[in-house]
């Protein structure tokens, strides 16, 4: 398979004040096509960090970030937020759905930025949310949702533009054990069936046990990368 | 892009909705400020028209030459001091200068009048018969006298309608009725058509028109055959008339035999020369009640900055997720403009009503005239667009530069 990212010597410094926080220290990954990956670390490992370089949402102070062999540090503002829309969706741990408008319209979403016809944003929207199982709740508004219901909205959204990478920042993190079945349920499924290729951060044992490659980060850095061997089947939740 | 517009329209229009009041209180800013400009300029055009009508009363493109000051050793004479004009000047004028159309003349002075047991204090104007053209006076009874009349210096009389509603009784018929002018016997021959006020606010209504010949020989006696109190033309084109005065001014000073040293012994005023400083004073007072209704509009046009700062604040957490999912910071920007303008352009058609039905009141309950033109309108509409426009610009460009993780992170 081919690399769709592929990350060298990664650095990312802030400077709070005369503080200087170094939250990656020299980063190198590769994730191939129709991964599913689970980074995992402590709070303060760095994770959130790189899956916000990951995402095109910020860039690296050092070092060099492929995705599908795009030098992603040398990009515009406004092309990164082309390949937001085009080639990544994004799912969070509490959902991100615009309150006060409608699942659909949450959907909708990608597609309206990208400047697709109303009819074709309504008609990808309505089977993404149905390919979640959420068909008939498309006038609902978040506030009328479950958390898990909202989640797979967030998750049809990530969806809706066919995007090759899928992050996941935390998406159980606040919800009860059955929704975070049925949430990690969809993922995998997106995964083995349609090939997404999938990063999914999380502190939970059970939850990256779905992945079938985990990534174990501290202090800015990669502690252990291991091939997990049977994904999600090794795992056993009792609900 | 259309489509794009189109919904963030509908979606600003929806977001503003679900905040009645807030977006009621925000643009009641932009409703005052644009129903004020509204209502001002219209007070302001609908004086300018009034003004502009009492000078077009005056008759059209009108030329008025009045006797001049004389310095006689040493001591000036004021205007109109000396007699220095006659009605040869005027018959000369008409002969060497083409572009006159007609010149006339005048002279007047306040008499007692008497029909009956009714009697009034008026102003006689003896005029030569081109003067009621000139000053454009049309007859609602009877006609004008002629140049018969002057020459043989008939005692024949032409009255205004303020000279009517004083001397006759409600439904007497004036026209052949015999009336006194300082104890000499005229017949009344045209009643004339009501002017209303002059542009100096004069009832030029108040008027009595005799020959000119009769009031020199018969009721106010002269200095000399022919001096008058002042000289009357008129030119075809309001374009002439500066030309036309320079001219007349030639050929005044050429029979006047003035050196070139001298002053001239008359004034020249054109109609346009007077409705000028009208003109002029109204505009003043246009540009300074203008000048409020700009501070309110501004005032407006800060509430809205004001509200829209707080909503990019309160929606920083959507303007992340907006971003994330591929939002350009140019959609995020056009997405508060719309929004600014949505609020000024809903609240500047809400100014248009309430500044029409400002005006409106204005004319019903104090009685000045206003004129509401689609020009005042439109700039008006378009004042409230730039409004939103520039003072949106602020909160959308903030809401466009926000560091999309910072936005996603905010709580």
């Known amino acids: 398979m081919a690399a769709l990212i592929s990350c060298e010597d990664l650095w990312k410094i802030y400077r709070l004040g005369d503080v200087e926080v170094q939250a990656l220290r020299g980063i190198d990954l590769l994730i191939r096509e129709g991964e599913f990956v689970a980074i995992m670390g402590a709070s303060g490992s760095g994770k959130s960090t790189l899956m916000n370089i990951l995402g095109c949402l910020d860039k690296p102070t050092k070092g060099c970030y492929r995705l599908q062999g795009i030098d992603v540090g040398g990009l515009r503002a406004d092309q990164l937020a082309e390949i937001r829309n085009r080639r990544i969706g994004f799912v969070f741990q509490n959902f991100n759905l615009i309150p006060r408008t409608s699942a659909l319209e949450n959907v909708q979403l990608p597609l309206f930025y990208r400047g697709l016809p109303l009819r074709q944003q309504r008609a990808l929207a309505a089977e993404a949310l149905a390919r979640v199982g959420l068909q008939g709740r498309e006038n609902h508004y978040p506030s009328q949702l479950s958390g898990g219901q909202q989640q797979r909205v967030a998750i049809a959204r990530a969806l809706v533009a066919s995007p090759s990478l899928l992050l996941a920042d935390e998406p159980t993190g606040n919800l009860d054990t059955q929704s975070s079945l049925e949430i990690m349920a969809i993922l995998d499924h997106l995964n083995k069936v349609q090939g997404i290729t999938i990063v999914l951060v999380t502190h939970e044992t059970d939850i990256a046990a779905y992945a079938e490659r985990e990534v174990v980060m501290k202090d800015g850095r990669i502690l252990t990368d291991r091939k997990m061997l049977s994904g999600s089947s090794a795992l056993s939740v009792e609900a | 892009m259309p489509t794009y517009l189109l919904v963030t329209a509908l979606t600003a229009i929806r977001i503003l909705g679900r905040n009645r009041l807030r977006t009621g209180l925000t643009m009641l800013g932009i409703v005052i400020g644009v129903g004020s400009v509204i209502a001002m300029v219209s007070i302001g055009e609908?004086?300018?028209?009034?003004?502009?009508?009492?000078?077009?009363?005056?008759?059209?493109?009108?030329?008025?030459?009045?006797?001049?000051?004389?310095?006689?050793?040493?001591?000036?004479?004021?205007?109109?001091?000396?007699?220095?004009?006659?009605?040869?000047?005027?018959?000369?004028?008409?002969?060497?200068?083409?572009?006159?159309?007609?010149?006339?003349?005048?002279?007047?002075?306040?008499?007692?009048?008497?029909?009956?047991?009714?009697?009034?204090?008026?102003?006689?104007?003896?005029?030569?018969?081109?003067?009621?053209?000139?000053?454009?006076?049309?007859?609602?009874?009877?006609?004008?006298?002629?140049?018969?009349?002057?020459?043989?210096?008939?005692?024949?009389?032409?009255?205004?309608?303020?000279?009517?509603?004083?001397?006759?009784?409600?439904?007497?018929?004036p026209v052949g009725a015999i009336i006194r002018?300082?104890?000499?016997?005229?017949?009344?021959?045209?009643?004339?058509?009501?002017?209303?006020?002059?542009?100096?606010?004069?009832?030029?209504?108040?008027?009595?028109?005799?020959?000119?010949?009769?009031?020199?020989?018969?009721?106010?006696?002269?200095?000399?055959?022919?001096?008058?109190?002042?000289?009357?033309?008129?030119?075809?084109?309001?374009?002439?008339?500066?030309?036309?005065?320079?001219?007349?001014?030639?050929?005044?000073?050429?029979?006047?035999?003035?050196?070139?040293?001298?002053?001239?012994?008359?004034?020249?005023?054109?109609?346009?020369?007077?409705?000028?400083?009208?003109?002029?004073?109204?505009?003043?007072?246009?540009?300074?009640?203008?000048?409020?209704?700009?501070?309110?509009?501004?005032?407006?046009?800060?509430?809205?900055?004001?509200?829209?700062?707080?909503?990019?604040?309160?929606r920083t957490k959507e303007i992340g997720v907006r971003m994330a999912v591929g939002a350009t910071r140019r959609h995020i920007l056009i997405q508060f403009l719309v929004e600014a303008m949505t609020l000024s352009l809903l609240g500047g058609c809400i100014g248009i009503l309430v500044g029409i039905l400002g005006a409106r009141a204005t004319t019903v309950v104090a009685g000045w005239p206003t004129i509401i033109s689609g020009e005042t309108v439109a700039a008006a509409f378009l004042f409230s667009v730039a409004v939103g426009l520039f003072f949106g610009l602020y909160p959308a460009n903030k809401a466009a530069w926000m560091n999309p993780i910072d936005a996603l992170r905010y709580e």
């Open chain 2, 181 to 314: 002018i300082n104890h000499v016997p005229f017949r009344v021959i045209g009643t004339l058509a009501p002017k209303g006020q002059s542009a100096q606010g004069m009832d030029q209504d108040d008027v009595i028109f005799i020959p000119f010949s009769t009031a020199e020989r018969k009721v106010f006696g002269t200095y000399f055959l022919g001096s008058v109190g002042a000289l009357f033309a008129s030119t075809e084109r309001p374009e002439d008339l500066a030309p036309a005065v320079a001219q007349i001014r030639e050929v005044l000073r050429q029979r006047h035999r003035l050196q070139p040293d001298q002053d001239d012994d008359f004034f020249i005023r054109t109609q346009v020369d007077i409705g000028k400083v009208h003109e002029e004073t109204s505009e003043t007072l246009t540009a300074m009640l203008l000048a409020v209704a700009s501070v309110s509009l501004m005032v407006g046009g800060i509430g809205i900055m004001n509200i829209l700062l707080v909503s990019v604040t309160e």
């Open chain 2, 46 to 173: 609908g004086a300018k028209a009034a003004v502009a009508e009492r000078v077009a009363s005056m008759g059209t493109n009108v030329i008025l030459i009045l006797p001049g000051a004389v310095t006689t050793g040493g001591v000036r004479g004021g205007q109109g001091g000396v007699v220095t004009l006659t009605t040869a000047d005027a018959i000369e004028l008409k002969k060497r200068i083409p572009l006159l159309r007609e010149t006339g003349w005048g002279r007047r002075d306040v008499m007692q009048i008497v029909n009956g047991n009714k009697n009034w204090n008026g102003t006689v104007n003896g005029i030569s018969p081109s003067y009621l053209t000139i000053r454009g006076w049309s007859f609602t009874g009877g006609g004008p006298f002629t140049q018969q009349d002057l020459d043989t210096a008939a005692r024949v009389a032409v009255l205004g309608q303020t000279a009517v509603d004083n001397l006759f009784e409600p439904g007497e018929e």
